[in-house]
């Protein structure tokens, strides 16, 4: 593993703590018009705060000491926004001169880290979760592979039917879990990863199928609330589930 070892360092490497992290912020975001005709989608807000400051205040609390927001559409939003209400931890923008793609958007920002021989988070822009990292990361540790990706289930927002052979319900569930689990959009990288990514495209069809052959891609089951938040409906929901849990 990459990890340092000596001094505060090493005690706060041992005690799974991930020191430097990745938003990825570049896209469109076209489904989630008219909400990003003016804005990043990590700036759409759900509850009155955007998606990204939820994220920096997770990362915070986490025991992240920098992250670097790799931006493209509307990119000066995110940077206007840092400087009226500071980040919790240190906080750099990249921004894509040409649309890379999430491969190429994360390997941008993932060289602007600093600590090059130190593991990192990576997160998509538009997920809205909370999980503890330092969990994460022990496990990621114990396993010793290159990367580990969160499994969430998803959201069934009208719950489940059960059927017989002739196609009659035989059941109708409230909402639950779903019994599958997704990519959460949630990674821990070890530094390889970095020279693995593409320079531009999808780290998803390129990237990741070489960790699955070599075996080095683990995953870490997470049963937390996890929403992707992809269109207005999404915000509208995730919401609702805020108001009702208070």
Not at 20 to 30: E, P, R, T
Not at 48 to 73: C, K, M, N, Y
Not at 76 to 96: F, G, H, K
Not at 213 to 227: A, C, E, H, I, S
Request: net charge neutral; charged share 25%.
């Amino acid at each position: 593993m990459w990890l340092l070892t000596d001094g505060v360092d090493g005690e706060r490497a041992g005690l799974g703590v991930v020191r430097q992290a990745v938003i990825l912020a570049g896209g469109v975001g076209s489904r989630m018009r008219p909400l990003t005709s003016t804005r990043p989608k990590p700036m759409v807000e759900v509850h009155g705060t955007p998606i990204l400051r939820h994220q920096l205040d997770w990362f915070a609390e986490s025991g992240v000491e920098r992250v670097v927001i790799s931006a493209g559409h509307r990119a000066q939003v995110i940077s206007d926004y840092l400087q009226a209400c500071p980040s919790p931890v240190r906080t750099d923008v990249v921004v894509e001169t040409k649309p890379l793609g999430r491969g190429g958007g994360l390997k941008l920002a993932a060289a602007a880290l600093e600590r090059s021989d130190e593991p990192w988070l990576a997160v998509y822009g538009d997920i809205w979760t909370r999980f503890p990292l330092t969990a994460m990361f022990a496990h990621h540790r114990r396993h010793g592979a290159l990367a580990t990706v969160a499994l969430p289930r998803p959201w069934l927002p009208r719950g489940r039917a059960d059927c017989d052979e002739l196609g009659r319900v035989t059941a109708l569930a409230s909402q639950e879990p779903a019994p599958l689990r997704v990519n959460g959009g949630v990674f821990v990288f070890e530094p390889p990863v970095k020279e693995m990514l593409p320079n531009e495209g999808d780290h998803e069809t390129t990237t990741f199928p070489m960790l699955i052959r070599t075996q080095q891609l683990m995953g870490y089951p997470v049963d937390n609330p996890w929403r992707a938040i992809n269109t207005p409906r999404d915000v509208h929901d995730v919401e609702r589930e805020i108001a009702g849990r208070g």
